[in-house]
Every structure is written in C-alpha cells, then in structure tokens.
C-alpha cells in the first residue's frame, strides 16, 4: 500500500522561505509522477503547485515560477518543495501527491494523480 506523508509546514512572514518534504512507502520514487498541490480554505479544486518527472523533469504552475523549486531524491523515497518569497496568497493546506507511471502532459492536475498525503498547513502572514 502506497503512504505518503508531508511534513514542513508552518507559519512565516511574507518573503520568508519553508521547506516541504514528502516521505513515500510501498512506492518507488523513481518510476512514478511525484507532485504537490495546495488547496485555499473554503476552496473546492486542489490548485497543482509543481510536479517532477521519472526523468526530473519539472513542471510548475504559473504564481509559483521562479519562487519554488520541486526536487526528488529516488534514494530515499522523498520529494521536497523548496517555497520561497512567499506571498500571503501562498497560504493553504499543502498536499503530496504520486502516481505509478509517468506525468501526465498538460496542466497539473488533481485527477492524474491516485495516492495523496494527508497534508501539512502553509500560512503566510502579511
């Protein structure tokens, strides 16, 4: 059974930086799409933050281009998103998400990804 766990989040001001990680089991990091999203209080779409590749190509949403960076050890079965300058409207509850076969081309979506973690709060304060 895949399990996937976040951890990282918490509370800075804005232009601050935090580092997410997500620990993976039962599941091989370097054979499957790895991706985080983010969803807004009150929001009912998952918004796709940045996504990495079997090869480590990456993907990343537009608001967050230049100011995150996804990254993926296969070794330890981690992936880790890297926010920094961040923006009060960065705020939300941050999800880790795999599926067991490459990413899927276009947008990064909710609906291309079938295991996710139980999340970790991001809050940014103006």
């Known amino acids: 059974q895949v399990r996937l766990m976040e951890s990282g989040g918490g509370s800075v001001q804005a232009g601050g930086s935090l580092r997410l990680s997500c620990a993976a089991s039962?599941?091989?990091?370097?054979?499957?799409?790895m991706g985080w999203f983010r969803q807004v209080p009150g929001g009912k779409e998952r918004e796709g933050v940045a996504?990495?590749?079997?090869?480590?190509?990456?993907t990343y949403a537009d608001s967050v281009k230049g100011r995150f960076t996804i990254s993926k050890d296969n070794a330890k079965n981690t992936l880790d998103l890297q926010m920094d300058s961040l923006k009060p409207e960065d705020t939300g509850m941050y999800y880790c998400?795999?599926?067991?076969?490459?990413?899927?081309?276009?947008?990064?979506?909710?609906?291309?990804?079938?295991?996710w973690g139980q999340g970790t709060q991001v809050t940014v304060s103006s």
């Open positions: 996504r990495v590749n079997t090869d480590g190509g990456t």
């Open positions: 039962g599941y091989t990091a370097s054979t499957g799409c």
């Open positions: 998400a795999a599926r067991t076969s490459r990413c899927i081309w276009g947008n990064i979506l909710s609906s291309h990804f079938n295991t």
